[in-house]
């Protein structure tokens, strides 16, 4: 089962270190390495042809390159992940948009020089064969957060089976946190595997969390930082099950649910995710 006891507080790098890398990708999650992170998070999306990739919008325009190559665009400005091949998701540019776009201020204010976001110009999207890799060499901490397909197709069945297929082939079952907003992938994880760690991911606050996620046999929530209270940390605490908020990037924010007990601060900033776990325990 997943290492991190209760008592730990540790910080999951959202998407790889997002705020100075193009998230989701290699360089992301090197940096996240790089500034202290004990975990990361990211999400896994299957190819058209079935391969498990890092991948987080259910469209490829905001993070890829795809406008510019009109031969990929197999559903107009909607094409997919779902869309293409593995050899075609490939030949995707999932760097260049980063330099252009400028995404946090960080670049524009200089701490982050925009000239080290035109160096990600090339960067590829990677497979989660790729990642694991990565993950067992590094030895840090994973949450995989399983995008829901359902809306594309009811492929559970291929999309969870290939994840456990991966995590197994790799012997990595007790460094990863599976987590989903589709509580049916976590049930069917738990009904097949019951030994992987699940975590509870909702963007809706749920009524008893607690119950919810004994009943779901979860042994992590994970909540949206804008509704969780101090109570509902204490809580869940007390009753054994870990507590990872996302995203939360305010230092004051951070430093305020470290002190509340949350283990987890899912953060596009690792570093100062680890500043604020550093300052709650030292
Ligand atoms: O897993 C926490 C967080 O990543 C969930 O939202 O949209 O960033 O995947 P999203
Ligand atoms: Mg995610």
Redesign the pocket.
């Known amino acids: 089962m997943f290492t991190n006891k209760a008592n730990e507080r540790i910080t999951y790098a959202h ?1 790889g270190a997002r705020a100075y890398a193009p998230e989701n990708t290699m360089p992301a999650f090197h940096k996240a390495l790089e500034l202290g992170a004990e975990a990361i ?1 990211l ?1 896994v999306n299957l190819t058209k042809d079935g391969y498990a990739v890092i991948f ?1 919008d259910f469209v490829l325009t905001r993070t890829t390159n795809i406008a510019e190559l009109k031969h990929l665009q197999k559903n107009g400005e909607k094409t997919g992940i779902h869309h293409l091949t593995l050899e075609e998701v490939r030949s995707l540019d999932a760097g260049k948009w980063y330099a252009e776009s400028d995404p946090y201020e960080q670049i524009k204010s200089g701490t982050v020089p925009a000239k080290i976001a035109e160096g990600f110009t090339g960067t590829i999207i990677p497979t989660l064969d790729e990642l694991l890799f990565f993950i067992k060499a590094s030895n840090m901490l994973l949450n995989l ?1 399983i995008k829901d397909q359902t809306k594309i197709d009811d492929n559970t069945h291929t999309i969870v089976h290939t994840i456990l297929e991966h995590i197994q082939k790799h012997g990595l079952e007790e460094r990863i946190l599976i987590s989903s907003f589709n509580h049916d992938y976590l049930k069917t994880i738990h009904a097949e595997m019951p030994e992987m760690a699940l975590g509870i991911l909702t963007e809706e606050r749920i009524e008893n969390p607690v119950e919810y996620c004994k009943q779901l046999n979860a042994v992590a929530y994970h909540p949206c930082r804008t509704f969780t209270t101090a109570d509902d940390i204490k809580d869940l605490r007390e009753a054994g099950i870990l507590v990872n908020i996302w995203t939360i990037n305010c230092e004051h924010e951070l430093y305020a649910f470290a002190n509340w007990g949350a283990n987890g601060l899912i953060s596009d900033f690792p570093d100062r995710a680890g500043t604020a776990i550093q300052l709650v325990t030292s």
């Open positions: 998407r998070e999400d987080h957060e």
